[in-house]
């Protein structure tokens, strides 16, 4: 015995209905979900690229003023001025290093899931590194001069390692040899912590 077809009309309901509620599983569950994974993505590149800035900023000053000398024969008035100029530009940078410490969560955290093992340790570990050494170089007490050729030598690595884009190789010879560089850097013993001048418990 043959069976009734139903109407046109149910499969067109249920087909109706179906799609209502996989469009509102997409909405309730997917789409939140995507659109935050987007707003992580964007701030990960936001961060990136206020690193990339800061790195910028440090190459171009240090480019700048390493080269710094008075001329023989400058007027007094004219050197003091150049030298207040230059006090300002390695206070500038002092600020720049003090902010690579301050954001240091923010953009070495993009890089932790960033692994070297040809190197033995990641990209998080490695930013971390270079913002603290480039701190320590500006907390120093090196010349001026020494200070700013510092500054620059390891930021343009650090920034070709990380931002030369279109570049696989060169990004590769930077990895390779950033910690070498930073370990020209890194002070041989451990700097001791100062003594405490509270008064010793009797």
């Known amino acids: 015995m043959l069976r009734p077809m139903k109407d046109p009309y149910y499969y067109v309901l249920i087909s109706a209905l179906t799609s209502a509620i996989v469009a509102l599983g997409i909405e309730l569950v997917a789409k939140p979900r995507m659109e935050a994974r987007k707003e992580r993505i964007l701030g990960d590149h936001r961060s990136r690229l206020r690193f990339d800035q800061r790195l910028t900023q440090i190459i171009v000053m240090s480019a700048t003023w390493e080269q710094f000398v008075i001329p023989p024969g400058t007027r007094e008035d004219f050197r003091d001025r150049l030298e207040s100029e230059q006090a300002r530009a390695l206070r500038e940078l002092d600020e720049i290093t003090q902010a690579l410490i301050d954001e240091l969560g923010s953009y070495a955290g993009t890089y932790v899931s960033w692994k070297l093992p040809v190197l033995g340790t990641t990209g998080q570990a490695l930013i971390a590194r270079y913002a603290f050494i480039a701190r320590g170089i500006s907390l120093s007490d090196r010349p001026a001069i020494e200070k700013l050729r510092s500054l620059k030598e390891i930021s343009l690595v650090m920034q070709e390692a990380l931002f030369s884009r ?37």
């Open 166 to 202: 279109w570049h696989a190789v060169r990004r590769a010879r930077a990895l390779q040899k950033l910690p070498d560089l930073l370990d020209q850097y890194t002070p041989s013993e451990p700097v001791q912590p100062p003594e405490s001048s509270a008064m010793p418990v009797e």
